[in-house]
């Protein structure tokens, strides 16, 4: 799926001919074809024209839109593509206890894994001890596929998140440190980094699943969250380590984002990218998104990440379609 983010403020997105105008203080800054693009992502105040808006509509093109700080805020979708049979069928699975608690165990195990993937990756060069770590985590992971409700899954996901970020916080450059997870706000540039991200591709997930016509609020791990787009939080779930905070992790200790690209908000006092570092960050993202890897298992062929997770969400189909949760198989990095 091909992304045109705006977040330039006080921006006015507009149509002429067939193609997308972005305009800055009466200055076109981007013009795009509109046959290129699937999604269109507005951050903070930016303005979008009625005939842009219809031009979307009739061309199945979701904008989403933002706070600017990346909060999700809504989106606007065509239906024109909705499939009630396969939501149905989908729904159903939704509801079945044991397929779901083997959806569950899978992926949250195989978060888990690639959370352990991660540490050992930035911790090569590093004279950080992390055995106790790694022990502590590998623990969770069995005891995940030991579990019988999926609350006793989500306690020990929670453990393994608490001491991957631990040790996670001090493989980071020694500026950008943090000690653990602090989200609504994040308390420093690294939680900001992942916050913004995890937002990111929470929103391409959604995407996906409403191209592949599946529902997005009727997941198998998080299905009881009112208003919330619960499969996209369980797809996500096996990518939060591989995509984003990876991508953090580079960012900050390879220097590509400094600590000028971030500010304080005066109300929260939460740490946020300012408006060069939405910019900088949503092209890094975007080249990761498009970065090639072989991670899934089923094919021998390198694929985009945004591909691989088209590939998974078919997997998913696939796997109510035959009534075998079996058949959807996380992504493991090594």
Same mark, same amino acid.
């Given at each position: !799926?091909?992304?045109?983010?705006?977040?330039?403020?006080?921006?006015?997105? +507009?149509?002429?001919?067939? @193609?997308?105008?972005?305009?800055?203080?009466?200055?076109?800054?981007?013009?795009?074809?509109?046959?290129?693009?699937?999604?269109?992502?507005?951050?903070?105040?930016?303005?979008?024209?009625?005939?842009?808006?219809?031009?979307?509509?009739?061309?199945?093109?979701?904008?989403?839109?933002?706070? !600017?700080? +990346?909060?999700?805020? +809504?989106?606007?979708?065509?239906?024109?593509?909705?499939?009630?049979?396969?939501? @149905?069928?989908?729904?159903?699975? /939704?509801?079945?206890?044991? $397929?779901?608690?083997?959806?569950?165990?899978?992926?949250?195990?195989?978060?888990? /894994?690639?959370?352990?993937?991660?540490?050992?990756?930035?911790?090569?060069?590093?004279? #950080?001890?992390?055995?106790?770590?790694?022990?502590? !985590?590998?623990?969770?992971?069995?005891?995940?596929?030991?579990?019988?409700?999926?609350?006793?899954?989500? +306690?020990?996901?929670?453990?393994?998140?608490?001491?991957?970020?631990?040790?996670?916080?001090?493989?980071?450059?020694?500026?950008?440190?943090?000690?653990?997870?602090?989200?609504?706000?994040?308390?420093?540039?690294?939680?900001?980094?992942?916050? $913004?991200?995890?937002?990111?591709?929470?929103?391409?997930?959604?995407?996906?699943?409403?191209?592949?016509?599946?529902?997005?609020?009727?997941? $198998?791990?998080?299905?009881?969250?009112?208003?919330?787009?619960?499969?996209?939080?369980?797809?996500?779930?096996?990518? @939060?380590?591989?995509?984003?905070? /990876?991508?953090?992790? /580079?960012?900050?200790?390879?220097?590509?984002?400094?600590?000028?690209?971030?500010?304080?908000?005066?109300?929260?006092?939460?740490?946020?990218?300012?408006?060069?570092?939405?910019?900088?960050?949503?092209?890094?993202?975007?080249?990761? !998104?498009? #970065?090639?890897?072989?991670?899934?298992? $089923?094919?021998?062929?390198?694929?985009?990440?945004?591909?691989?997770?088209?590939?998974?969400?078919?997997?998913? &189909?696939?796997?109510?379609?035959?009534?075998?949760?079996?058949?959807? &198989?996380?992504?493991?990095?090594?």
């Amino acid at each position: !799926m091909a992304y045109l983010c705006i977040s330039e403020q006080g921006a006015f997105l +507009g149509i002429s001919g067939n @193609r997308f105008t972005v305009k800055s203080k009466g200055e076109v800054i981007k013009s795009v074809p509109a046959e290129v693009v699937d999604v269109i992502e507005i951050f903070g105040n930016v303005q979008v024209s009625t005939q842009c808006l219809t031009k979307c509509l009739r061309s199945g093109i979701d904008v989403i839109y933002l706070s !600017m700080n +990346g909060s999700y805020q +809504g989106r606007l979708i065509s239906l024109s593509h909705a499939n009630s049979i396969k939501q @149905r069928k989908q729904l159903c699975y /939704s509801n079945d206890r044991d $397929f779901s608690l083997t959806i569950s165990k899978n992926i949250i195990a195989a978060k888990i /894994s690639n959370q352990i993937a991660i540490l050992r990756r930035y911790g090569r060069n590093r004279n #950080t001890d992390l055995s106790a770590g790694f022990r502590n !985590m590998r623990l969770a992971e069995k005891a995940v596929m030991k579990c019988s409700v999926i609350s006793q899954i989500l +306690g020990h996901e929670g453990y393994a998140a608490k001491e991957y970020f631990k040790y996670l916080g001090g493989l980071t450059d020694p500026q950008f440190a943090f000690n653990g997870r602090t989200r609504r706000p994040p308390r420093d540039p690294f939680n900001s980094l992942i916050s $913004f991200g995890y937002t990111l591709l929470f929103n391409e997930i959604i995407g996906i699943i409403e191209l592949k016509n599946l529902n997005p609020f009727w997941g $198998f791990i998080h299905h009881d969250h009112l208003k919330h787009q619960s499969l996209a939080s369980d797809l996500m779930e096996e990518w @939060r380590a591989v995509i984003v905070d /990876s991508l953090a992790m /580079s960012c900050l200790n390879g220097h590509e984002i400094v600590m000028s690209n971030f500010r304080q908000n005066e109300n929260n006092q939460g740490i946020y990218l300012n408006q060069e570092g939405i910019r900088l960050f949503l092209s890094k993202f975007e080249n990761k !998104m498009n #970065t090639k890897s072989r991670y899934l298992d $089923f094919i021998d062929y390198a694929i985009s990440f945004r591909k691989a997770i088209e590939y998974q969400i078919e997997r998913l &189909i696939k796997a109510i379609d035959r009534n075998s949760p079996e058949y959807y &198989i996380p992504v493991r990095i090594r």
